[in-house]
Every structure is written in C-alpha cells, then in structure tokens.
C-alpha cells in the first residue's frame, strides 16, 4: 500500500470518525479541551502532592532517625531490642544486624533517603545504602554504632494516600463543566438551526419563516439579511405571476379575434391547421399561468374531509367520460387537505398515464407514520432512469418530436411538483418492475390549518 492510498483510508477514517454538525463537532472540542485540562491539573497536583509529602517525610526523618540512632548508641546492647518496636514508624524500623543485601538505591526517593540520613547523621556513622529487590521501593541504610553493633535502617518509601474526594470531586467539576459546555454551545448553534429550518420552509408557496432578528450580532445580521432575502423572493415571485398574468389576458384578444377569423374562412387545410395552433396557443398560456399560480398553492385554506370521497369524485368523473381509470384500496380516515391542490395534481398525474401508458389505476393506502400514499400507475413504456428528475422541469418533455399534440406543453408534471412541494407533499416517479410507470403522491399525517 503506498503513500496516496495510506492518506486517502486515513481521510476515510478521519471523516467517518468526524462528527457532521457543527454542534457536534464544538462539543466534542471543548469536551476534549477539559477533559486533558482536568487530567493535566490532577497530574500535577498529584505531583505537587508527592513532592510535598516527600519533603515532609524527609524532614520528620532526619530528626526521627538522628534521635533514634543516638538513642540506641547510649542504651546498653541488652536493652536495645526493646527500645526497637518503640521506634518503629509507618515508613521505617530498625534492624540489629547487617540487614540485607542489594544495589545501590536507583529510585528518586529512596536516593534523596539515603542521603538525608546521611546528612542528618554524620560521618561518625559511616553508612552504605542499597535497593532491597522485590515489589515497590523498599531499601536499607547499614551503619555501626560505638560499640561496633551492626544497626540497619529498613525503609519503605510511601507516599501519602489522596483523600478519597479528590478524584469524584474533579470528575463532578468536570461533569458540569461538560454540561454548562453543552448548554453554551446548544445555545450559540441554535440560530444556525433556526436559519436552515428557515431556508428548508422557503418552499414554492413562499410561505416565509421570520426569523427573530436577536441575539449575537452576527447572528442577528444573518437573521436580518435573510428576512430581506426571503422579502425580495416573494416579491419577485409575485411580479412574475402578475407578468404571465397581463400577458395572458392580452394574448386572449389576438386569440379570440383570430379564431373568429378562422371560423369565417372557408373549410381547408390552412384553416384546420390554424385552428390547431390557436388551440395550442391556448393551451400554452393557460398552463404557463397554472404553473405561476402552482407557488401560492399553499394560499388554499386546509380543510377536513374524506379523502376517499374525493378519489371517488375523480373517479367518477373519469369513469363518466369513458377513460380507463380505476380504483384500489381506501385511506378510511378523514384528513386535513387542500381538496383544490390535491385534486389538480392527481388530475395532471392521471392524465399523464392515460396520454402515455393508455390507463391509470390509482392505489390509495395508510402509512405506518399515519401518512397516506396515492400511486397513479400505468402500463406505458415508463421513463429511462436518468430522466426521472429531470420530466418535472418546466417545458421538458420526452417525445422528440416536440408536437404538443403528443407531447403536451410539458408543464403537467412541473406543475404537479410545484403543487405537492406547496402542500408540503412528496412527489415522485419510479418504473414499475412489470412495465409501466408509477407516481407516488405522500401526504403528511397532518398539516397545519393554515399557513
């Protein structure tokens, strides 16, 4: 494996181990951040702790032991056995005999020992010092008294125990840290949040979301600006309504004017085709203004009713003018619906099966979230995967041909889009596994009374 490829699986790693949010990621530094300050500040206090306590230790000793040394030098040689338990301490006791042997002391503390007794002593008890193998420190100071009495010092070096608070109070300190950390951090990210959900609700009905223009001031900027941003859309969205709707009321006069001139010639070919083009034009400038209307599809006030009953009404309707159109399954509920946005975009869905596929079954069913899923289906040729986004562009159409005899305006299914994402609903197309195309239409469980 070489050098790219090393880089690359540690940029794989780095990423998966990475958190995604920005909330995650401060949390996870600060976190980070205390808890190598908390384990620094405990090692050095642990090392402050044994400094001391070895410098306290080695003060009481230089008097403990020059006290006992001297003590045991005057008392007769038969009473010094008794005198030893007297003079025993935690970290050290006294041996009359030559002690054990070993290599010259190499841990700090029992170094620093050797040579503090030998400093608080003197030179009129020469004295060697050697290590004691075993498990912990654990040395010896061999010495002779006047009357040539071999005396040894045993020392265990120990340290004094940290009080047993020590250790949950610094984890409690560093719990709450981490909490107040979480808290300032969830506090100073949640504008961000607030801004995205914003920027997620600018849908096509241009329903905007204000924003409390608060807080920090860079937040409070970027609250403001999107406020303005969100004005300016709205405003530029309505006065392009207003433009296809001017010139769709002017285009009606010419239309009409031309129409009734060609109902005054003669019956030909240039006539037929004339009024082919003028029912074309029409087509065109009615569905052009529907998809400019489609952005304030959410204006429709929600209502509750029988979703079922609706289905039926289209239905019916379709089944009255002799269309091939059926009806499985039922939603057995009552919903809060926009029956005038629903009914347009399951008509433009039926319609586009009926033009290409020859049929339309229509399949309504409960989700488990309590949504509800209509699938229009059809036997047509379907649509080639790539292109399953792109029909629900505006004017985009699969026939080659460009006729709008066969291929329509190309705008039922932008419209359909534009409607669904209005009424806060999901639209999508996928090919059918036996032939044929499926637009699936999800419903929320619930949507708000109004907007």
């Known amino acids: 494996m070489n050098i790219l490829s090393l880089r690359s699986l540690g940029h794989r790693i780095g990423r998966h ?84 042997p070993g290599a010259p002391p190499d841990a700090r503390l029992s170094s620093l020992l050797a040579k503090s007794i030998e400093q608080s002593i ?6 060697t010092a050697n290590a004691v193998p075993g498990k912990g420190e654990h040395m010896q100071v061999h010495l002779r008294l006047s009357d040539d009495m071999p005396l040894t010092v045993d020392l265990r070096p120990r340290n004094l125990p940290m009080s047993p608070w020590l250790l949950p109070l610094l984890l409690l300190q560093l719990a709450l840290l981490a909490a107040f950390s979480w808290l300032c951090v ?8 607030q801004l995205a959900h914003a920027a997620d609700a600018l849908g096509p009905d241009l329903n905007p979301s204000r924003l409390p223009e608060d807080g920090p001031a860079e937040v409070a900027r970027a609250a403001s600006a999107f406020n303005a941003m969100q004005d300016r859309i709205a405003t530029y969205m309505k006065e392009r309504m207003q433009i296809l709707a001017a ?24 006539r037929t085709t004339l009024a082919r083009n003028l029912r074309e034009m029409e087509d065109l400038v009615r569905e052009g203004v529907t998809y400019a ?31 091939p159109v059926s009806l499985r399954g ?25 033009k290409y596929g020859g049929n339309a079954e229509i399949v309504a069913q409960t989700l488990a979230d309590g949504g509800v899923a209509i699938s229009v289906m059809d036997n047509g040729p379907g649509i080639p995967e790539e292109k399953l986004e792109t029909v629900f562009q505006p004017f985009y159409r699969l026939e080659g041909s460009r006729n709008r005899s066969s291929g329509g305006t190309g705008l039922g299914l932008a419209i ?36």
């Open 17 to 100: 181990w990475w958190p995604r949010t920005l909330f995650a990621r401060l949390t996870l530094i600060l976190v980070a951040g205390l808890v190598l300050a908390y384990a620094l500040s405990f090692s050095l206090i642990a090392y402050e702790r044994r400094m001391a306590t070895t410098n306290l230790m080695l003060g009481y000793m230089e008097q403990d032991v020059t006290s006992a040394v001297a003590l045991l030098d005057h008392v007769p040689a038969s009473e010094r056995v008794e005198w030893l338990p007297r003079l025993e301490r935690r970290n050290y006791s006294f041996l009359l005999d030559s002690g054990l």
């Open 122 to 127: 003197g030179k009129r008890y020469p004295l």
């Open 186 to 193: 969830r506090l100073a990210t949640r504008p961000l949040a």
């Open 247 to 270: 010139i769709s009321h002017d285009l009606q006069t010419p239309i009409t004017r031309m129409r009734l001139r060609a109902d005054l010639m003669d019956d030909s070919e240039e």
């Open 293 to 323: 209307r489609t952005l304030h599809g959410a204006a429709e006030q929600a209502v509750r009713l029988d979703p079922d009953a609706l289905l039926g009404s289209l239905i019916y309707d379709y089944v009255d003018a002799a269309a």
């Open 330 to 354: 039922s939603i057995g509920k009552s919903m809060l619906l926009r029956p005038v946005a629903l009914r347009r975009i399951l008509t433009n869905l039926i319609d586009n099966a009926l």
């Open 416 to 451: 359909a889009r534009q409607l669904a994402q209005a009424i806060n609903a999901g639209l999508e197309l996928r090919n059918r596994a036996g032939g044929g195309l499926e637009a699936r239409l999800v419903l929320p469980a619930s949507i708000p009374l109004s907007e």
